[in-house]
């Protein structure tokens, strides 16, 4: 396993390393691997594990399970280690260059959440302890699907008025499909979830701002994706996030559209007319 964690470099108890071996010394691992890769990989690991907890860095639904990553985990890896989940607002460029930021550390026991956010805290990374896993673990995965939308809208030069309301009403989407699977609401008003979502639908270095900017340019996905060496996970996770909600009996318009615009049924100019033209509720 490989974990690029730069602005952890000063810290004599972390290790970067590709050995599997060594990680039996761990005594805590951060997987830090694509979210389609990560139930596999620790599949293919968990013999060399220790009885250490994992912490996942990654975000968005396992397209093979159909399911949030700590549940993917779970059932494809097997693994008996507990699980913690890692989100929050980090470019990880500026987290690289040792900047200021703040994040959240998820596990269901409180007091292993309190010594993972102790023993990963630096002084320029201050991670903030939570039991919520499955909410933490959901608000990561649908924040890039909004951040997609807010960079359509954007690239469209439809305005600041319509990002605004694209991420308010993307927000309201989160905290509906996370209040029917358990989730908590506070979960979606902290830094796993408006601060996350602040971050990505603004950042013009964020991946899914990024690709959803060039798209509402007029960009097919295919060009942009064939220009990118790196993930964009809310083009993967839009599909899975809809079957969740449906699942849930829960309505996602917004990321509805962004999977209309995805697959090339509509543009991005079609896809607010949609949105707009919907019947008027209380909010």
Do not use: W
Not at 204 to 228: D, H, K, V, W, Y
Request: hydrophobic content about 50%; charged content about 15%; aromatic content about 2%.
């Amino acid at each position: 396993m490989r974990i690029i964690c730069p602005a952890f470099s000063c810290r004599k108890n972390i290790t970067v390393t590709s050995d599997i071996h060594a990680l039996a010394e761990c005594g805590i691992i951060l997987a830090a691997v694509p979210t389609q890769y990560m139930p596999g990989l620790l599949f293919s690991l968990k013999n060399h594990l220790p009885a250490a907890p994992v912490v996942i860095c990654a975000k968005g639904v396992h397209l093979e399970t159909g399911l949030l990553l700590p549940d993917a985990i779970a059932q494809v890896a097997g693994l008996r280690n507990p699980l913690a989940v890692l989100s929050g607002p980090n470019l990880a460029h500026e987290i690289a260059a040792g900047l200021p930021a703040a994040a959240t550390i998820a596990a269901g026991d409180e007091n292993l959440a309190r010594d993972l956010a102790e023993a990963l805290r630096t002084p320029s990374f201050r991670p903030y302890a939570a039991t919520d896993v499955m909410g933490a673990a959901l608000a990561g995965a649908l924040k890039n699907v909004i951040a997609l939308a807010a960079g359509m809208v954007t690239g469209a030069g439809l305005g600041e008025n319509a990002r605004a309301a694209i991420i308010t009403r993307g927000m309201a989407e989160m905290m509906r499909l996370g209040a029917a699977m358990g989730a908590r609401a506070e979960t979606f008003m902290g830094l796993a979830g408006i601060g996350d979502v602040m971050l990505t639908c603004h950042a013009p270095t964020s991946r899914n701002f990024s690709c959803g900017f060039a798209l509402g340019q007029g960009q097919s996905l295919t060009a942009i994706m064939e220009n990118r060496k790196s993930v964009t996970e809310g083009v993967m996770t839009v599909e899975p996030a809809l079957v969740l909600a449906r699942k849930h009996g829960v309505e996602l318009p917004i990321c509805a559209v962004v999977a209309a615009v995805v697959n090339n049924e509509i543009n991005v100019g079609a896809a607010l007319a949609q949105l707009m033209s919907r019947p008027l509720k209380i909010e």
